[in-house]
């Protein structure tokens, strides 16, 4: 079973421009989530989508948004980039986002971006 | 607020030697516990869990303590090798409303000096 898939797998943007990174997870997974890293911070979490529906979302401006399609794939997008969303975007996927069945997470290796 | 931090942010080992990276929570009711590691230019990858009903579990190498009293989870690696040099991340979490939120840690970069 293949894992979770993350594309670019690096980004060079300046400040302004809007950035689209994707994630596809592994297959019969229906939770997406997406973290931001920093050097020196921890896993940030930006939200999760579960069944096309943004389901929790973290301390982040509106300029990080997300969306997920019916195949479970999602995507993020930040708009009006900044110096300080240079980092790596991970995304993770589970087989869902509740219930009583504790689930770990699966990541992808990442998309690096850079902002100049 | 609900957090999760390490104490050390790095700690470096001796090829050969045990590990043990800690981590305190403050969420009480947080009911289960991932380890998991991230090597460089990967994502982080689950080691192993831990429900709050246990407070010990064993896997290849390595061993999870949940100390429910004092909010202490560790990770101890057992004869550490340079393929465990990597930064490990604990998470937390927690079922609220419906939702199993995770919380992670700072992480702790583990170092195994050959």
């Known amino acids: 079973k293949a894992g979770v898939t993350q594309t670019p797998r690096y980004l060079i943007k300046t400040r302004g421009q809007q950035v689209t990174l994707s994630c596809s997870p592994i297959s019969g997974h229906r939770s997406v989530s997406w973290y931001q890293q920093t050097p020196g911070q921890g896993l940030q979490f930006l939200f999760e989508y579960f069944s096309e529906t943004q389901r929790n979302k973290g301390n982040f401006p509106g300029r990080f948004s997300g969306r997920q399609f019916s195949n479970s794939r999602s995507e993020m997008n930040v708009s009006t980039l900044e110096l300080g969303d240079s980092a790596l975007y991970l995304c993770a996927s589970r087989l869902n986002f509740g219930g009583a069945t504790n689930e770990k997470l699966f990541f992808g290796s990442g998309t690096q971006l850079s902002v100049l | 607020g609900e957090s999760v931090g390490l104490h050390l942010p790095t700690l470096s080992v001796q090829e050969g030697d045990n590990s043990i990276i800690n981590c305190a929570y403050s969420n009480s009711a947080s009911d289960y516990f991932i380890w998991y590691k991230q090597e460089s230019g990967k994502g982080p990858q689950f080691i192993i869990d831990?429900?709050?009903?246990?407070d010990k579990r064993q896997g290849q190498r390595v061993t999870v303590l949940l100390n429910k009293t004092v909010k202490h989870l560790s990770l101890q690696i057992a004869a550490t090798q340079p393929g465990d040099s990597a930064v490990y991340f604990c998470?937390?979490?927690?079922?609220?409303?419906?939702?199993?939120?995770?919380?992670f840690g700072t992480g702790t970069k583990l170092q195994v000096i050959p």
């Open positions: 831990i429900r709050s009903n246990m």
């Open positions: 998470a937390e979490n927690m079922n609220s409303g419906g939702y199993q939120k995770v919380t």
